[in-house]
């Protein structure tokens, strides 16, 4: 017999003694407390993180409408200008056709 077969020999001996003194149980009602402790944990900061998402996803669709608004309002003003400066151009233009169809005296 090697070193191996006693200490599974031993650790059989032993294992049989505790359950023989009732703290297999003991151990598995720690085991128990634990689990459910790590349970809750895990469930409070899953109930937090969904919170932290719906919270950024409800400011996101709050905030898309003013987004929206700014992005067109940016938009309309710089057709506005073009527009202007394009109106500015013909009005130049037509002035010079009409000054160079006036006969001079």
């Given at each position: 017999?090697?070193?191996?077969?006693?200490?599974?020999?031993?650790?059989?001996?032993?294992?049989?003694?505790?359950?023989?003194?009732?703290?297999?149980?003991?151990?598995?009602?720690?085991?128990?407390?634990?689990?459910?402790?790590?349970?809750?944990?895990?469930?409070?900061?899953?109930?937090?993180?969904?919170?932290?998402?719906?919270?950024?996803?409800?400011r996101t669709?709050?905030?898309?409408?003013l987004g929206?608004?700014?992005?067109?309002?940016?938009?309309?003003?710089?057709?506005?200008?073009?527009?202007?400066?394009?109106?500015?151009?013909?009005?130049?233009?037509?002035?010079?056709?009409?000054?160079?169809?006036?006969?001079?005296?």
């Open positions: 017999m090697g070193a191996a077969d006693a200490q599974a020999r031993i650790g059989q001996t032993a294992a049989r003694k505790r359950l023989e003194e009732g703290g297999g149980n003991s151990l598995l009602e720690a085991c128990d407390v634990l689990l459910s402790d790590i349970g809750a944990r895990e469930f409070a900061d899953m109930d937090n993180r969904q919170r932290h998402t719906k919270s950024l996803g409800e669709f709050r905030l898309l409408p929206v608004l700014v992005s067109l309002t940016i938009l309309f003003v710089g057709l506005l200008i073009l527009n202007d400066s394009l109106n500015g151009r013909n009005l130049a233009a037509t002035t010079a056709q009409k000054l160079a169809a006036i006969r001079p005296f």
